[in-house]
């Protein structure tokens, strides 16, 4: 076959195997702002002026640094240094789930798809660097970015490598107040649950702390490679129970800080809600305080977002989890052995209907989780304020997580 064939045939791989559709597997399900006119009042003004992508972006992709850009259909964007091993160790900071995110990061990888040229301003980017590489105690690095999309928890990650394209560290930056907010609580966490013996090789290190033009600055150590299974077994029933033995306070559900969050946030946003759905939370609150209002539960640590893409495998094969951004205290057993199920569930756009209400009661109790019912409505009712707070700022009115609540608490009403 002649070059000019080669070449060609090369340049029709982005045209023929990258529509979005190939692209759909980054599922992040936290909540994401609406890209049409809201119908809500009140609503919290997304800011979209001085994001970290402002800064660092030049407007012109020949006045700065050379990056190749790739977009996410969750609205984020990869930036990532455009050839060589860093190119290729830059992509580590992508983790799809599904074979067509696996297989449009192969051809990233490759450079079968080579990205949108972009070019990050040298001054900003030089100012990050130092920080990153002084916490660090290197001299020099090199750095691929997600940019997070829109949205009240939108956050920049930084994967920070050596010139041989190896992961260092990873680190965030937010910009909104309450984005700011949960990357301070996650630095508190990794501080706390780095006094966890049992958990030391299975969360992150804390690096550093640090601000960077206003930014707080979180810096951890990279984790694993290799990705976690899809399935719940056996080491995610380890680490569950070792978050647990570490963090556990006996307590009464209704003097829970799980419960006292529920009641805030219901009361907060109940005028705002649907008949439909404050007519759920008046029916779950009655009957969790009737079924479980002085039980004595095991309240502990709940990871908030215990979700195959944020987990990876030790090469002693235990389990490996990061994102503690939205982590909870006080919560109740089994928070994250549900919330697993569901989000992927919903990844995979599965109904939470009867059967499936069934099926996971029933895993439940095989996992000596009990009074699994009860503890089910606790963690739907939950997850769905949870989302409700976050779309209700951002002026969302649907979101997949929530669908599935809804579905589930409609089931255990019956």
Not at 227 to 236: D, I, K, S, Y
Not at 381 to 410: K, N, P
């Amino acid at each position: 076959m002649s070059d000019a064939k080669k070449s060609r045939r090369k340049n029709l791989y982005p045209k023929i195997l990258i529509p979005e559709v190939l692209f759909h597997a980054n599922f992040d399900l936290r909540v994401r702002s609406s890209s049409g006119p809201s119908s809500f009042a009140n609503t919290v003004m997304i800011e979209e002026a001085s994001t970290i992508s402002d800064v660092l972006l030049a407007s012109d992709e020949h006045a700065g640094r050379p990056h190749a850009s790739f977009r996410l259909p969750t609205g984020a964007t990869l930036v990532i240094p455009r050839r060589g091993a860093t190119r290729r160790g830059g992509l580590a900071i992508y983790n799809p789930q599904l074979i067509t995110g696996l297989a449009a990061k192969g051809l990233m990888w490759s450079s079968l798809w080579p990205g949108r040229m972009v070019a990050l301003r040298p001054e900003p980017l030089d100012e990050l660097r130092t920080i990153l590489a002084d916490h660090l105690g290197v001299r020099q690095i090199e750095c691929a970015f997600q940019f997070g999309a829109s949205g009240i928890y939108n956050k920049t990650v930084i994967l920070v490598m050596d010139p041989a394209g190896r992961s260092l560290a990873y680190a965030k930056l937010a910009t909104l107040a309450i984005a700011q907010e949960a990357v301070r609580h996650e630095t508190s966490v990794l501080k706390r649950l780095s006094t966890a013996v049992a958990l030391r090789s299975q969360v992150p290190c804390l690096l550093g702390a640090a601000e960077w033009r206003g930014f707080p600055l979180l810096l951890i150590s990279p984790g694993p490679a290799r990705r976690a299974p899809q399935v719940f077994g056996a080491m995610h029933r380890d680490f569950l129970a070792r978050l647990r033995d570490a963090t556990c306070t006996p307590g009464a559900f209704t003097e829970s800080p799980m419960w006292h969050a529920m009641m805030r946030l219901v009361n907060t946003w109940s005028s705002r809600l649907s008949p439909e759905w404050r007519n759920r939370y008046d029916w779950a609150f009655i009957e969790l305080e009737r079924r479980l209002g002085s039980v004595r539960l095991d309240l502990a640590f709940a990871h908030h977002d215990f979700a195959p893409w944020n987990t990876r495998v030790n090469a002693d094969g235990t389990l490996f989890v990061f994102d503690w951004e939205f982590s909870r205290d006080g919560w109740i057993p089994a928070w994250d052995f549900f919330h697993f199920h569901v989000t992927w569930w919903a990844a995979r756009a599965r109904a939470l209907d009867g059967d499936a209400v069934t099926n996971l009661v029933a895993a439940a109790r095989r996992e000596g989780i009990e009074p699994a019912d009860d503890l089910l409505l606790g963690y739907l009712t939950d997850v769905a304020l949870f989302h409700h707070d976050a779309m209700l700022r951002e002026g969302r009115e649907h979101h997949r997580v929530l669908e599935l609540a809804a579905q589930g608490i409609d089931v255990l009403r019956k």
